[in-house]
């Protein structure tokens, strides 16, 4: 099938996807949000703002920070006790550690320095640069969040805390409650319904699809099952990739790093390859809407 006719859908919201779509655009391809999932503050806010507290205080040595979500859920929650994440992190004098780039541009713009940044964008990547030590960790994540870097840590010697900083729930979230992350700036992508994508079964169209975290597999997998729509499943990163897996899709193909960039290259890989694709039952014409 000519490339022109295998759209990307990226399971994200579309002011989330801009940059991605703008990387896949270079390469030619043309991109589509599909939101499945969202993020909202969890329901024990006060736990956060207890720990923000302590964080002030001087009681962690080290803040660790896995993605920009948490940047903005700790601020929303520092913000309505009437301060910011940054004066928080200042006043304590906590070291910080983000996961990836764009974790660690996220703490920049919210103006807070950042000590730590490992060249491989991952929870292994952190653990492998991380200095062993004795001392209090912080570290909030999202309610899905695995285990492994809070172990990692605690392996190293870290007392850590680990503190539900948001949660992942299928989209749309609470308008109140809702973590809206980082608003990317320029042209978003169209948004496309669940109901189309039976439009390109009919069609033929065979999608590459960017699951952009293993919650967004679990999200599709619910909505679609099992059946008539083929697809290029691609994977953000090596935690979704074993998420498809689990499922028994296998990945056309993995980013090597999770960058706008990076997932383009990712994308152009699967198709390049003619991975064999995954069927799943196409929702009906008039089935539900993103």
């Known amino acids: 099938m000519a490339r022109d006719r295998q759209p990307v859908l990226v399971l994200r919201h579309p002011e989330r996807a801009v940059r991605i779509a703008e990387a896949l655009g ?6 589509f949000a599909l939101p499945l999932t969202d ?15 302590l964080l002030g205080s001087g009681r962690y040595r080290w803040l660790t920070i896995t993605s ?15 301060t910011s994440l940054a004066r928080v992190v200042r ?21 807070i320095a950042v000590d730590l940044v490992p060249q491989d964008a991952s ?11 004795r001392d209090a ?17 605690a392996a190293l010697g870290w007392t850590v805390q680990r503190v539900e900083a948001y949660r992942t729930v299928p989209y749309p979230a609470e308008p109140e409650r809702r973590v809206a992350g980082v608003v990317e700036q320029g042209t978003p992508p169209p948004l496309i319904a669940l109901r189309e994508l039976a439009t390109m079964a009919a069609d033929g169209v065979q999608p590459a699809i960017v699951f952009t975290a293993p919650s967004t597999v679990r999200q599709f997998h619910e909505k679609l099952g099992e059946g008539s729509l083929a697809f290029f499943p691609v994977a ?5 990739a074993t998420a498809l897996r689990e499922q028994g899709w296998e990945p056309g193909a993995t980013a090597a790093d999770p960058t706008p960039l990076g997932i383009a290259r990712a994308v152009d890989e699967a198709l390049s390859r003619g991975s064999a694709v995954t069927r799943v039952p196409a929702p009906p014409l008039n089935g539900d809407q993103p």
């Open 26 to 31: 270079a390469l030619g391809l043309a991109s």
């Open 39 to 53: 993020s909202e503050l969890p329901a024990d806010v006060d736990a956060v703002g207890a720990e923000l507290h």
């Open 68 to 82: 920009a979500n948490t940047v903005t859920a700790l601020g929303m929650v520092a913000a309505s006790q009437g």
């Open 91 to 111: 006043a304590g004098g906590s070291l910080v550690a983000a996961v990836g780039s764009a974790t660690a541009r996220s703490l920049a713009e919210a103006g």
């Open 123 to 133: 929870s292994a990547g952190l653990l492998a640069e991380f200095p062993r030590g």
């Open 137 to 153: 960790v912080l570290l909030p994540q999202a309610d899905l969040a695995p285990d492994d870097l809070r172990a990692g840590l």
């Open 236 to 240: 953000i990163g090596r935690a979704t």
